[in-house]
C-alpha cells in the first residue's frame, strides 16, 4: 500500500478530507502536514502522532481516545491564528497556519484581551432539532416538509453525524452522501434554518435553549473580521427533537489511559472519514457487538486485528462473529485486558479469562500499536436532563434510557436507545411528524429504506477488567482527572454514597469533558462497592453547558460602549465640547464639573460654587424624574403618597414632597407643581424615577383602582436648566422679556408658562442650592437651543455652568439631603429633621401608621447633623464611622452612625460634612471623633452641628 | 406649533452614519431616524363613552387586542395596555390631536399627555430588518407572528422600546430619547454583517 510520506498513516483514497487541499500546521513547534476536512486529532494520526498530552495530577502520556466533542484526554492550547485556550484536539478543525500544543492538564487564557468580534442572535421555531445524524436528518426532513419553522442544529462542519464514519447506505447512496442531499432540501425549505458547527449546550424551561456556533474558526487567518467568529443562538421552540445520539463508553482496566487506546466506534470514523489508519496491529476489546464492524472495517483497509477480548462470556452475536471469522480475527469470548505495556504508545497488550472481577486462566501477550475499546454506548441525554427529563436504568441495554419530561421534547435514535440505523430513521420520522403535528401542522413519516438491523447479542454490563497487580492505581474511570477506580472505592470506602458526592470527592466527571465517555463506568463502580443494582445509583445532575462555551462567546457585544447604555440629555454634546468630567448616575452621564485649564477638581467645584453663590450659574438637570398625575382623584392619590399635604396646593403653586414606604422610611423626595386642578407634575430623583413610577402604578393597580388617575412619564420630554445665583432673575428677565420676575410678581415656590428665548417654556422658582433659582422647562427638541441662550444671555460676564458635584456642595451646605445618600431605607423624614413634612392632618398615608410605632420615636435613633472637623483642611471620609472615644477603643467598638456626605465648602470657607447619628441632635455642639484609617490611623475630632450651614435664616432665597 | 428651526432630533447626530449604512447595505437595510413625529400617550377607559365616540372623532379606532395597532386618517393608535395608547401622528400634530382626543372623550377623566420629545423613532426596513433586530430582541418577529399591524413593548439589547410593524420588511422602533444615541449605535454594530452582506 503506497501511503504520502508525510503522512504515513493516511491512506490513499477515501474519506471526506480533499486531498487537493493540503495544509500544513505545526504541534509542539513541529511542522505537521494534513488534508482540508481533518480535525487536528485526525491530522496528528495521520502523522502517526498518538502522545498528544499530559495528564494533569499524574503526568501520564496521554493520546487521542474519541474522535469527537466527548474526548476526554487529547487538550491542546490553540496558539495561532486566534489563541484559545483548552481545546480537544477531536474538534479542532485544520486550517493552514494553525500552531498548538499539547497541555499538561490545564490550558491558560491568553494575556492579550480578545477583541474578535462575537454575537448573539434570537431564533424561534416551531420544531427545533438537536443533532444532524440519521435520526435528526429525517425528522427535520419530515418536519420542515409541513410547513413548520424548523432550526436543525449539529455540532459538526457538516450533517450527518455517525454516517460520516460509516459505510452505511442509505437510499441507494452512501449514508454522508445522502445526508448532504437530505440537509440541502431541508435548507432549501421555507422558513428552515441549518446550523452546522453549532453546539446547543443549554436547555431551559419553556423549551428554550442556547447554543453557539463556531463560523469562522475553521477559517484560521482568513477569517473575515467584520463576521462574528462565534455566535450564541438563544431559540425558543414550540417542540425540541433531541436526536443527539450515543457515546461510546470506555471500559476499566489497567492502564486503559495509554496512548493507543481508542474507542472502536472513533477508529472507525479516522479511517472512513478522515482516511486514517490509527495504527498497524490492533486489539479489541468490547462488550457489544457494534465494535466487529470497527475491527472488521479497519482489517479491510489493511490494519492486522490481532484478537478481539470479549468481555461477555458467550461472545458476540452471530453477524458480528461471522464479520470476524470472515477476517480470520481470533474471538476470545470472556477475556479482557489485564495489562497495557508502552509507555508512548501502546506496545503489548496482555488478555485473560476473566470472570466475576478474577483472572481465571493464563494470560497472552499481544503484540499492538492500537487497542481498540468499546464499552457499549451512552444515549447523550445531558440536554434532556438539563430539560427536566427522568432517566431509567434499563438493563437490557446496559444503558440510561430517557424517561418522560416536563417540557415538550421528544428523544429519537440511539439517543432513545435505537440500536440500528433502520431504528433510528424510523425513529426519527416518528419523533419529526409528532413534533411537527404538536405545532399545529399535518406532516407525513417518510422512511428512506436502509439495510435490516444484524442480529445482535445483548451489551455485556461487565465495568471492571482485574489488572495483573491487586489494585487499581491505573484503571482510569476519569482521564480527564486522573480519578481511578481506586479513587471511586476510596470515596465509597469513606461512607459517600451518592453518586453527586462521589462526584465532588473524587472530581470524577468535574473536568472539560464532563466524563462523557466515563460516567456510566463511574455509577457501575458505586453501585458495586455498595453491593446495589446500578439502576438505583442514577445520574449526576445535568447542567449547562453541555460543552465549553468561551466566555468571549457569551459575552457577545455586550462590552465596552454596548455593554450597558450611556444615557444621554439633549445637552450632552454641549457639555462635551465644554470639557465636563462626568458622573454615572444610574446609566446616566451628567457633568460632575467643568474644569478649566489647568484647574484641579477641588478649584473647579469651588469657582463653580463661588458663581452660583454670588453670581449666576447653570446646570442641566433635565435627568430628574418627571411624572404627570391625571384625573378627578389625582390629588387624593398624591396626598396618600406623599407625607405632607398635597392636594391644597394651588393651581400655579409648587410644594416640596416626601415619600415614604409604609414602614416610615424615606423612599424619595421631589416637588410637586400643580398644572390645573386635575393635573399635576411629580418630580423624582434621578436614580428613582422608573421606581417612583413603578410605585405610583402599583398601589394604583393593586390597593385603589377606584382612584381615577393616570399617571406618565415625561422624564425625558423635558429639558429643564437651572439657573441659580443672586444674578438669575437679572438673566430670566433679559431671556423671558414677557415674564414678571419681580419676587413678589413670581414668588418663590410658583411656576410660570411663559416664552424662554423663543422657546415655550415653564419655568419654577425653585431652589436646591438656598439662592435664588428657577428651573426652566422646555421641549427636549429645544433644549440644547435653550441651553444656547443661557449661555449667551450673560453679555460679557459669563454664566458659569456647574455639575453635581457642585449641585452636592450647595445642597449640603444648607442640609438637604440627598435620598439614597443620605438615607439608605432605614431613615425616617423625623430622622432627617423634617418632621414638618409629614402631616399630622391626614388621615392616611404611606409610612402615618409606621411613626406611631415605638421604634419610630426612639431616642437614640440616627439623625441627620453636621460635622465640622476641629481642623478646618481635614475631609472626612464619605463612609467614615463616628465614635465618641478620641482613640479607638478594643473591639467590639461601638459606632454611633457614619459620615453620608462630606465636601469642601468655598461658603465656609472649610471642609464640612453630613452625618447620621445616634441621638444626633441631642450631641449638637458636642464632640466626636472620626477614625480614618481603621483602627491604627489618625482619628480626627469633630464638633456636632445642625445640618443647615449656610444661610439658615433662607435670607438669600430671594436675591 | 413652537418654533421649529431651532429644534434638534435626539438623532440629529447620527444622521449621516444611519445613511451611510443604508447606502452600504446595497438594498439589504434602511435605517433612518423619523424625527419630530407627534405621540400623545392616551390613558382612558376602553369600556366607556369616550372610547366608544373615539373613532367617529379623532378618526382612529382604539384598537383593544393587545399588540395590536389601528391606522386612522393622519393618526395611529398603538395598544400599549388594556387602557393606554400610543397615539402617533405626523409633526407638528399635537394640539390639534389633544383636541380631537379631548372632544371625543368630554368630560370623561382622560390623560393626555404630549410624549412627541420624549421619544426617537428609528425605521429599519428592507430584507435584513428583522435580522437586524434578533440580534437584541427576544420576541418572535416572523411576519407570520408580528405582521404588519402589531406592536410590541419589549427590549432592544438594553433598552426598553415598542416595535411596530409596519409591513412585511419594515419594523419601527420607537425608544425613549436618552437611550436613542445607544441603541441606534447598537443597531449600526448589530447590522454590521448586514450590511457587508449586501455590498
Redesign the interface.
Given at each position: 500500500m503506497t501511503r504520502s510520506t508525510t503522512q504515513p498513516f493516511r491512506l490513499p483514497a477515501g474519506g471526506r478530507i480533499d486531498r487537493s487541499r493540503p495544509l500544513s500546521f505545526t504541534f509542539d513547534g513541529r511542522e505537521l502536514h494534513g488534508y482540508h476536512g481533518d480535525t487536528l486529532a485526525s491530522a496528528l494520526l495521520a502523522n502517526g502522532v498518538h502522545h498528544v498530552a499530559t495528564s494533569v495530577a499524574l503526568g501520564r502520556p496521554r493520546g487521542i481516545l474519541s474522535a469527537g466533542s466527548a474526548e476526554p484526554t487529547a487538550f491542546v492550547q490553540v496558539e495561532a491564528p486566534v489563541a484559545e485556550p483548552m481545546l480537544p484536539a477531536t474538534v479542532v478543525e485544520l486550517h493552514e497556519g494553525l500552531a498548538a500544543r499539547g497541555l499538561a492538564g490545564r490550558g491558560r487564557l491568553p494575556a492579550q484581551p480578545d477583541d474578535t468580534r462575537y454575537d448573539a442572535v434570537h431564533a424561534h421555531c416551531d420544531v427545533l432539532v438537536i443533532g444532524a445524524g440519521p435520526a435528526g436528518l429525517v425528522a427535520a426532513a419530515v418536519a420542515a416538509r409541513s410547513g413548520a419553522r424548523v432550526v436543525l442544529v449539529d455540532e459538526e462542519p457538516e450533517p450527518g453525524g455517525s454516517l460520516l464514519g460509516t459505510t452505511d447506505v442509505i437510499d441507494g447512496r452512501l449514508g454522508a452522501d445522502w445526508a448532504a442531499e437530505v440537509a440541502a432540501d431541508i435548507e432549501a425549505a421555507p422558513d428552515v434554518r441549518v446550523l452546522c458547527r453549532t453546539t446547543a449546550f443549554g436547555y431551559y424551561d419553556h423549551n428554550y435553549v442556547v447554543a453557539v456556533e463556531r463560523r469562522t474558526a475553521h477559517l484560521g487567518a482568513a477569517a473575515p473580521a467584520h463576521v462574528a467568529r462565534e455566535r450564541i443562538w438563544r431559540i425558543r421552540a414550540r417542540r425540541v427533537v433531541l436526536a443527539t445520539g450515543a457515546h461510546e463508553r470506555h471500559l476499566g482496566f489497567a492502564d486503559n489511559d495509554r496512548p493507543g487506546v481508542l474507542l472502536a466506534g472513533s477508529a472507525r470514523t479516522y479511517l472512513h472519514r478522515y482516511g486514517v489508519l490509527p495504527g498497524h496491529r490492533a486489539v479489541l476489546t468490547t462488550t457489544d457487538d457494534s465494535a466487529y464492524t470497527a475491527a472488521a472495517d479497519l482489517a479491510d483497509a489493511g490494519v492486522e486485528v490481532a484478537a478481539v477480548a470479549d468481555l461477555r462470556p458467550g461472545g458476540p452475536g452471530p453477524a458480528a462473529r461471522a464479520r470476524a471469522a470472515r477476517r480470520g480475527i481470533a474471538v476470545l469470548p470472556g477475556h479482557g485486558v489485564v495489562a497495557v505495556t508502552g509507555e508512548q504508545r501502546v506496545a503489548q497488550v496482555s488478555l485473560a479469562p476473566v470472570a466475576e472481577g478474577a483472572i481465571t486462566g493464563p494470560a497472552r501477550d499481544v503484540r499492538a500499536d492500537l487497542l481498540l475499546v468499546s464499552g457499549g454506548w451512552s444515549p447523550v441525554l445531558h440536554l434532556y436532563g438539563q430539560a427536566g427529563g427522568r432517566l431509567r436504568h434499563d438493563a437490557a441495554a446496559a444503558a440510561n434510557l430517557p424517561d418522560g419530561c416536563r417540557q415538550a421534547v421528544t428523544v429519537a435514535g440511539s439517543a432513545g436507545g435505537a440500536r440500528s440505523l433502520a431504528a433510528c430513521l424510523a425513529d426519527g420520522a416518528r419523533a419529526g411528524r409528532s413534533a411537527a403535528e404538536a405545532a399545529g401542522f399535518a406532516a407525513r413519516e417518510q422512511v428512506p429504506p436502509t439495510r435490516g438491523a444484524d442480529q445482535e447479542a445483548p451489551p455485556g454490563a461487565d465495568w471492571l477488567v482485574p489488572g495483573v497487580a491487586p489494585r487499581h492505581r491505573s484503571h482510569f474511570v476519569d482521564l480527564h482527572r486522573d480519578v481511578t477506580i481506586d479513587d471511586v472505592l476510596g470515596a465509597t470506602a469513606v461512607g459517600l454514597r451518592s453518586i453527586e458526592h462521589v462526584k465532588r470527592y473524587t472530581t470524577a466527571g468535574t473536568g472539560n469533558d464532563q466524563a462523557k465517555t466515563a460516567a456510566t463506568l463511574v455509577a457501575r463502580v458505586v453501585a458495586d462497592a455498595l453491593g446495589v443494582d446500578v439502576a438505583s445509583i442514577g445520574t449526576t445532575s445535568y447542567r449547562a453547558p453541555y460543552a465549553p462555551v468561551a466566555f468571549a462567546a457569551l459575552a457577545g457585544r455586550d462590552r465596552g460602549a454596548l455593554h450597558d447604555p450611556v444615557r444621554v440629555t439633549a445637552l450632552h454634546d454641549w457639555h462635551v465640547e465644554a470639557g465636563a468630567e462626568f458622573e454615572n448616575v444610574g446609566q446616566w452621564k451628567r457633568p460632575r464639573y467643568y474644569p478649566r485649564p489647568g484647574e484641579d477638581p477641588t478649584a473647579a467645584v469651588s469657582r463653580e460654587c463661588r458663581a452660583a453663590r454670588e453670581d449666576v450659574a447653570c446646570m442641566d438637570v433635565s435627568t430628574l424624574g418627571k411624572i404627570e398625575v391625571r384625573g378627578p382623584d389625582a390629588g387624593v392619590l398624591l396626598d396618600r403618597l406623599y407625607t405632607n399635604m398635597i392636594s391644597t396646593l394651588k393651581i400655579g403653586a409648587i410644594r416640596y414632597g416626601v415619600m415614604c414606604r409604609p414602614d416610615g422610611m424615606v423612599l424619595d423626595d421631589g416637588t410637586v407643581s400643580r398644572l390645573a386642578a386635575d393635573r399635576y407634575l411629580v418630580t423624582t430623583t434621578t436614580g428613582n424615577a422608573a421606581a417612583v413610577g413603578d410605585w405610583m402604578e402599583e398601589w394604583l393597580q393593586t390597593e385603589w383602582p377606584e382612584l381615577r388617575v393616570y399617571c406618565t412619564s415625561v422624564t425625558e420630554q423635558w429639558a429643564t436648566v437651572a439657573l441659580v445665583g443672586p444674578r438669575s432673575r437679572a438673566v430670566l428677565a433679559g431671556l423671558a422679556p414677557g415674564l414678571a420676575v419681580a419676587a413678589a410678581d413670581f414668588p418663590f415656590m410658583t411656576w410660570r408658562e411663559t416664552v424662554v428665548a423663543g422657546i415655550p417654556a415653564l419655568v419654577c422658582r425653585i431652589s436646591f442650592s438656598g439662592e435664588l433659582a428657577y428651573e426652566i422647562n422646555v421641549s427636549a427638541w429645544q433644549g440644547l437651543a435653550l441651553w444656547e441662550a443661557v449661555q449667551s444671555a450673560g453679555g460679557t460676564r459669563r454664566i458659569t455652568p456647574y455639575g453635581t458635584e457642585t449641585m452636592h456642595v450647595l445642597r449640603a451646605e444648607k442640609g438637604y439631603p440627598i435620598v439614597g445618600q443620605d438615607t439608605d431605607g432605614t431613615v425616617t423624614p423625623q430622622d432627617l429633621g423634617m418632621g414638618w413634612v409629614v402631616s399630622k392632618k391626614k388621615t392616611d398615608f404611606l409610612g402615618k401608621r409606621s411613626f406611631s410605632r415605638p421604634d419610630t420615636a426612639r431616642g437614640d435613633r440616627k439623625h441627620l447633623v453636621g460635622l465640622l472637623p476641629e481642623d478646618p483642611e481635614v475631609l472626612l471620609p464619605e463612609g467614615g464611622q463616628v465614635i465618641a472615644e478620641a482613640r479607638v477603643p478594643r473591639p467590639p467598638v461601638r459606632a454611633l452612625g457614619h459620615v453620608t456626605s462630606s465636601y469642601r465648602s468655598a461658603a465656609l470657607g472649610r471642609t464640612f460634612a453630613l452625618a447620621l447619628i445616634a441621638g444626633g441632635r441631642d450631641r449638637i455642639g458636642g464632640r466626636l471623633h472620626v477614625p480614618l484609617d481603621g483602627s491604627g490611623g489618625p482619628v480626627v475630632p469633630v464638633t456636632v452641628t445642625a445640618p443647615v450651614l449656610y444661610d439658615p435664616e433662607g435670607a438669600r432665597r430671594d436675591g | 406649533m413652537?418654533?421649529t428651526s431651532?429644534?434638534?432630533?435626539?438623532l440629529a447626530?447620527h444622521a449621516d452614519r444611519l445613511a451611510a449604512a443604508t447606502l452600504r447595505s446595497a438594498g439589504a437595510l434602511r435605517i433612518e431616524e423619523q424625527p419630530?413625529r407627534t405621540h400623545l400617550?392616551l390613558?382612558l377607559d376602553p369600556s366607556g363613552p369616550g372610547a366608544g365616540a373615539f373613532a367617529g372623532v379623532v378618526g382612529v379606532a382604539l384598537p383593544v387586542e393587545p399588540g395590536t395597532t389601528a391606522a386612522g386618517t393622519g393618526v395611529e393608535a398603538l395598544w400599549l395596555g388594556p387602557?393606554e395608547w400610543l397615539l402617533v401622528g405626523p409633526p407638528g400634530t399635537d394640539g390639534e390631536l389633544a383636541a380631537r382626543v379631548h372632544a371625543a372623550v368630554g368630560d370623561e377623566?382622560?390623560?393626555v399627555?404630549?410624549?412627541?420629545?420624549?421619544?426617537a423613532t428609528l425605521l429599519l426596513a428592507g430584507p435584513r430588518a428583522r435580522?437586524v433586530l434578533?440580534?437584541?430582541?427576544?420576541?418572535?418577529l416572523?411576519p407570520?407572528?408580528f405582521g404588519a399591524g402589531h406592536c410590541a413593548q419589549t427590549m432592544l439589547?438594553?433598552?426598553p422600546v415598542v416595535l411596530v410593524a409596519d409591513g412585511p420588511d419594515a419594523i419601527r422602533v420607537i425608544v425613549?430619547?436618552?437611550?436613542a444615541?445607544?441603541?441606534a449605535?447598537?443597531l449600526l454594530?448589530?447590522a454590521?454583517?448586514h450590511i457587508?452582506a449586501g455590498a
Open positions: - | 413652537a418654533e431651532t429644534r434638534r432630533s435626539p447626530g419630530f400617550d390613558r387602557d377623566p382622560v390623560s399627555v404630549d410624549v412627541s420629545a420624549q421619544h435580522d434578533a440580534h437584541g430582541c427576544s420576541i418572535d416572523h407570520r407572528v439589547a438594553r433598552a425613549r430619547s436618552s437611550f444615541r445607544y441603541l449605535d447598537w454594530d448589530a454590521t454583517e457587508a
